[in-house]
T-cell receptor, first 114, second 111 residues
Framework: NAGVTQTPKFQVLKTGQSMTLQCAQD?????MYWYRQDPGMGLRLIYY???????DKGEVPNGYNVSRLNKREFSLRLESAAPSQTSVYFC?????????????FGSGTQLSVL | SQQGEEDPQALSIQEGENATMNCSYK?????LQWYRQNSGRGLVHLIL?????REKHSGRLRVTLDTSKKSSSLLITASRAADTASYFC???????????FGTGTRLKVLA
């Protein structure tokens, strides 16, 4: 099992460019999440999807959009990248259904916006 | 936000010593989880303690939870160089699947 797979692993963008971060899980999980990690800030939740067909805002949703394409895939889109979006992005998934469950993380995407 | 706060921010110990890190949170919780992150990698789940539990063990890990003080501690006994990592606590926002993470403790174990 691959678990949670994120692509790309690294990306450099110019201010104003757009891009989509891809995430897929093969564990048949219902819930999926996007976090960003900045030095000294820990992980902050951008968006999450409790189940296929639903998405909700997290702590820092501004400047991002998400799509839960199907049960396996949850993408994060930056429509017009800004230097403040330079960060490491992590996708995660969980079984869903209760809150007493653990998250499984991908290996991250390191994004630099110049 | 219901973000947990870990303390200390950084900790450096000798191999074989015990490492203790603490987490405080703000509101009522169903459970609290601890995760480890090795440099440049994703987070890995270590242990989950439910709100009706006071202590839980997993190998060299011991977690305590004090809901009256809204705090938890993670103890790693007989630490090894391989335990060098950042450790985060996480709590689900009440009634949702939104897991909020703390800022983490960076642990360095010196061989």
């Amino acid at each position: 099992n691959a678990g949670v797979t994120q692509t790309p692993k690294f990306q450099v963008l110019k201010t104003g460019q757009s891009m989509t971060l891809q995430c897929a899980q093969d564990m048949n999980h219902n819930s999926m999440y996007w976090y960003r990690q900045d030095p000294g800030m820990g992980l902050r939740l951008i968006y999450y999807s409790a189940s296929e067909g639903t998405t909700d805002k997290g702590e820092v949703p501004n400047g991002y959009n998400v799509s839960r394409l199907n049960k396996r895939e949850f993408s994060l889109r930056l429509e017009s990248a800004a230097p403040s979006q330079t960060s490491v992005y992590f996708c995660a998934s969980s079984e869903g259904g209760t809150t007493n469950e653990k998250l499984f993380f991908g290996s991250g995407t390191q994004l630099s916006v110049l | 936000s219901q973000q947990g706060e870990e303390d200390p921010q950084a900790l450096s110990i000798q191999e074989g010593e015990n490492a203790t890190m603490n987490c405080s949170y703000k509101t009522s919780i169903n459970n609290l989880q601890w995760y480890r992150q090795n440099s440049g990698r994703g987070l890995v789940h270590l242990i989950l303690i439910r709100s009706n539990e006071r202590e839980k063990h997993s190998g060299r890990l011991r977690v305590t939870l004090d809901t009256s003080k809204k705090s938890s501690s993670l103890l790693i006994t007989a630490s090894r160089a391989a335990d060098t990592a950042s450790y985060f606590c996480a709590t689900p926002t009440s009634g949702t699947y939104k897991y909020i993470f703390g800022t983490g403790t960076r642990l360095k174990v010196l061989a």
